[in-house]
C-alpha cells in the first residue's frame, strides 16, 4: 500500500483525491497549509507528497525547499493552478520532481505518481558505485563526492547514477528523458532544470567540475585520472 501526503488547502480537490486514491486502497495523510505539510513531511514515512504551490502559512515552493535542505528526498509531485513556463521552472529549481496544472485527469496523476514512486524505489542492490571521487549506495539511494554527501532528491540521483554507471562514456539526453519520463524526446527547459540542480550539489562546492555537457547531444562525467 502506497502512503501519500496531500498537501492542498482547496478542500474540494482535497475531496476528490481522497475519493479516488482510497478507491485504490492507497493511504491518505492530508495538510491544509504548509507549515502543516512541511511538519508531517518531516516526521512521517511517505511514498510521495503531492503539495499544491499556493498554499497558506507557507508556499509549495518554501515548502520543497525546506524539505531538501534537511536531506528529505521523498518524492514531490507539484500541482498549480498557474499554467507558465516560470512557475514550472521554479518548482523544479526548489526540488519538486514532476509538475501537473489543474484543472488535471486523475488517471493522469496516478500514472505521475506510480512513475515517481518506482523510480525513487528503485531496484533493491546491496553494491556500490564508485567512479573517481564519487560514491553510490544504490541501497540507501545517498552519492557522495570525497565523502560529503550530496543533497539529491529522486531526479538528480537517478541522473547522477546513470552518468556513474555509464562514465566517463556519454549519456543522451533521449537516454535520460526515457528514464525519467517514459519520453523519447526530453523537455529541455525540465532537464535543464535538473541538470543545473545536479551541478550545484555535485561541483560547485569542489575545486573541480567533473559533469560536462556535450552540446545537443547530452552529458557524462570527466574523471580524474
Not at 10 to 38: H, S
Not at 94 to 103: F, I, R
Request: net charge negative.
Amino acid at each position: 500500500m502506497n502512503k501519500i501526503l496531500l498537501v492542498e488547502d482547496n478542500r474540494e480537490v482535497a475531496g476528490i483525491l481522497f475519493d479516488y486514491f482510497e478507491c485504490l486502497d492507497m493511504e491518505l495523510d492530508y495538510a491544509d497549509n504548509g507549515e502543516l505539510g512541511l511538519q508531517l513531511a518531516l516526521e512521517g514515512n511517505f511514498d510521495i507528497i503531492i503539495l499544491d504551490l499556493m498554499l497558506p502559512r507557507m508556499d509549495g515552493l518554501t515548502v520543497c525547499n525546506k524539505l531538501r535542505d534537511a536531506g528529505n528526498t521523498t518524492p514531490v509531485l507539484m500541482l498549480t493552478a498557474l499554467d507558465n513556463r516560470e512557475d514550472m521552472l521554479a518548482g523544479f529549481n526548489h526540488g519538486a520532481d514532476d509538475y501537473l496544472t489543474k484543472p488535471f485527469d486523475l488517471e493522469i496523476l496516478e500514472a505521475r505518481m506510480h512513475a515517481l514512486i518506482k523510480r525513487y524505489r528503485g531496484k533493491i542492490a546491496s553494491t556500490k558505485i564508485i567512479v573517481g571521487p564519487i560514491t553510490i549506495d544504490q541501497k540507501t539511494r545517498k552519492a557522495y563526492r570525497e565523502d560529503k554527501l550530496l543533497a539529491l532528491n529522486p531526479t538528480t540521483y537517478t541522473i547522477l547514477e546513470m552518468l556513474s554507471k555509464r562514465a566517463p562514456d556519454l549519456v543522451t539526453r533521449q537516454e535520460i528523458a526515457e528514464v525519467l519520463w517514459d519520453e523519447s524526446e526530453p523537455n529541455n527547459d525540465v532537464l535543464r532544470s535538473h541538470i543545473y540542480q545536479l551541478r550545484t550539489q555535485l561541483d560547485k562546492p569542489f575545486a573541480y567540475p567533473i559533469l560536462v555537457t556535450v552540446p545537443k547531444i547530452g552529458f557524462r562525467l570527466e574523471l580524474p585520472t
